[in-house]
């Protein structure tokens, strides 16, 4: 078990070295569509590709939450064919949000010998996800509630 400045000191090595391995901006947080990112997501049980809708009221992040599950096939045929998709997905801090990911599992942060599995996972699956949103980027932001 790790202390708390040794887990900080791990992941961040971790983030530089995936950075290292794949040098290339993402698109994360730069969608356009406020309350709705791309991210990556990893402890010591599995390793995750993610989109996050956070809008507020429920309507919106709904209304945003169907137009991706419309969406879905194409998603899940051309892009990423494990993709899990959960409308009401509770945050571990009360909150509720739309997600939608594809998961590697079991995986560690903490085992080393995981790493280039783990950046492999998340350059494949973010990669496929970004294309994706790239070119349905519009059919999305109409989905405004």
């Known amino acids: 078990m790790y202390s708390k400045a040794e887990n900080q ?26 309350d709705l990112s791309l991210k990556f997501f990893v402890d010591n049980t599995k390793a995750q590709v ?59 942060v903490g085992n080393r010998n995981n790493w280039d599995t783990i950046f492999d996972f998340f350059y494949e699956n973010m990669h496929a996800l970004e294309l994706f949103f790239l070119e349905y980027e519009d059919v999305i932001k109409n989905s405004e509630v």
């Not at 209304?63 to 993709?83: D, G, V």
């Not at 899990?84 to 590697?104: A, C, D, H, M």
């Open 9 to 34: 000191r791990l992941k961040q090595e971790f983030w530089v070295a995936f950075a290292q391995k794949y040098p290339r901006k993402w698109l994360l947080y730069d969608t356009k569509i406020k």
């Open 50 to 108: 993610c989109v996050e809708i956070e809008a507020k009221p429920n309507e919106k992040r709904w209304a945003y939450f169907e137009q991706w599950e419309a969406l879905k096939t194409i998603l899940t045929e051309e892009y990423l064919p494990e993709a899990v998709f959960q409308r009401n997905y509770p945050l571990e801090n009360g909150k509720t949000i739309s997600r939608i990911w594809v998961e590697l599992h079991p995986i560690a």
